[in-house]
């Protein structure tokens, strides 16, 4: 099932480098219906022919994509991309605070053909809190153009690069702490085609995972904070398709017609979490493994990686709801990880028969059981002031350094210094309460304002004893000693709160 002929519209073509007159166009697909061009026909494909021109490359918010390319040679392709913090849903009554690339989760998708060399613009909104920047693992070159994108609020950044492997690739936030950008949304994808184009297809969709952490436990309503604690050991209250519970259902869900063949480009943000992808009542006809050139046949369920991706396709045979889930299956039921894609059109007897009905899957409900993290650590001796200073360096350089850099200094802009920090200094109780608790909102220090967020750091009484110990005594910094009952205290004081 499933060998489709290639249409004149997107008959594949190659350009070849031949005299310096421009790319000769040989077609190479006869439609004979015998040829199918997998994702890429020879593995690495690198007969991309001369940069032709330039257009501005057009973005779709999931689950569109943009239309499959018809030139035949490579471009320079400008694309921009806007980053934006916003809270809004990520299920019925309950609100999250997202960081996104183009205002939705996943970011924008980009659609681009092997050699076009991508001239990017990421545009930071002026109301943003953070800096971002983005690493795609389309890129070849040192942190995928994390280093050359790092943009504070108001600012753009521009870099370009060429695309040189096809496939389908994620691209995510690389700004520290990086866990934390993936975590509340700073991914999407982006597509390389291959010289010869895509397989036409009839419907083809953007679909992407990624796991969430909050405060309150699954459907706990209100504003939810992302949880850092939660997030290091890996348990997610949310695992979600395109960004909130409900993306795809209802009269959100994909649709196609009875003979119709559906792509889904299908990515996994994580941050931590893989992907036992899975459509219910279908059977994936062809996938790229890992979004690659390997092409398997007639898979039931494919694994996406964190920070991977899959393409799938398959024919749809008779009318219904598939259903998209992770067939880590908890996760669908009891995470959110649902999507549907409605089939209409005539009855299949033959291919099945039997008595359909659109309500069978809803969600069952039902939080999620909450582990206790109540910290029982020992007391440890009483530490000199020189131990102290050992120990916090080192957490220190573990857990504060990627922020507020080595010498104490933050980034302008972003990370407040901790230098000789008037804000700091002024009140060792609230700088405690700040390493406990994490900080966000507006303050000054040494007379510049920032407005950013500080995550809540997940270490022992000791650690922070130690860490606070040498922020308060290095960079020019000078402070007694912080003691573990000083931070026993100050948690005691914080109890009943997280
Ligand atoms: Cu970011």
Redesign the pocket.
Known sequence: MGSLVLTSALTASQATLGGGEGPAVNITASNDGSEILPLSTTGYDNNWGPIIGEENAVLTSPPFVPAPITRNHATKLIVDLE?LEFTAPIADGVDYTF?TYGGTVPGSFIRTRVGDVVEFNLHNDPSSK?P??IDLHAVTGPGGGAASSFTTPGHTSQFSFQVTNPGLYVYH?A?APVGM?IANG?YGLILVEPAKGLEPVDKEYYVMQGDFYTEGAYGEAGHQAFDMNKAIHEDADYVLFNGSVGSMVGDKALTAEVGETVRLFVGNGGPNLVSSFHVIGEIFDKVNVEGGSLVNENVQTTLVPAGGSVITQFKVDVPGTLIIVDHSIFRTFNKGALGMLNVTGPEDLKVYSGKQDDRIYQGEGGAVQKVSTAGTNEIPATRDMAKRMELGKRGYEANCMACHQANGAGITGAFPPLAKSDYLMADRDRALNIMLKGLSGKITVNGTDYDSVMPQMVMSDDDVASVLTYVLNSWGNKADKVTLSEVKAAKAKNAGGH
């Open positions: 980053v960081w953070m971002h920047n936030c700004t950008h700073m």
